[in-house]
């Protein structure tokens, strides 16, 4: 059974940076996506990037790109998001999620099958 383990959240001041990671357990197929998504207090569960494990394709949303890079260790079935120059307003939970589809944009949460439990980023001086 496919389990993922999100880590690697915290607090952290404005401009600071912080590298969560997603450790896949179970995974049966090379063909698949994972998914960063965040959801803040009060708001919808909103995609921040997916990476695809066959051929590597990447998309993030506007308001991370430049500053948020995602990655994955294919040996060790995880995936990384590293978040530089950390705003207020990146303060969410971050989930990742598995689709058995490739990555071809910022899919939508029904597309993605598994989730992880999510881990706590605080962005706040």
């Known amino acids: 059974q496919l389990q993922l383990v999100e880590s690697g959240g915290g607090l952290v001041q404005p401009g600071g940076s912080l590298r969560l990671s997603c450790a896949a357990s179970?995974?049966?197929?090379?063909?698949?996506?994972i998914g960063w998504f965040r959801q803040a207090p009060a708001k919808e569960r909103e995609g921040v990037s997916c990476?695809?494990?066959?051929?590597?394709?990447?998309h993030y949303a506007d308001s991370v790109k430049g500053r948020f890079t995602i990655s994955r260790d294919n040996a060790k079935n995880t995936v990384y998001l590293q978040m530089n120059s950390l705003k207020h307003e990146d303060t969410a939970v971050y989930y990742c999620?598995?689709?058995?589809?490739?990555?071809?944009?910022?899919?939508?949460?029904?597309?993605?099958?598994?989730w992880g439990r999510g881990t706590q980023v605080t962005v706040d001086s």
């Open positions: 990476i695809s494990s066959s051929d590597g394709r990447i």
């Open positions: 179970g995974l049966s197929s090379d063909y698949h996506a």
């Open positions: 999620a598995w689709t058995p589809v490739r990555c071809y944009d910022l899919m939508p949460t029904y597309e993605y099958e598994v």
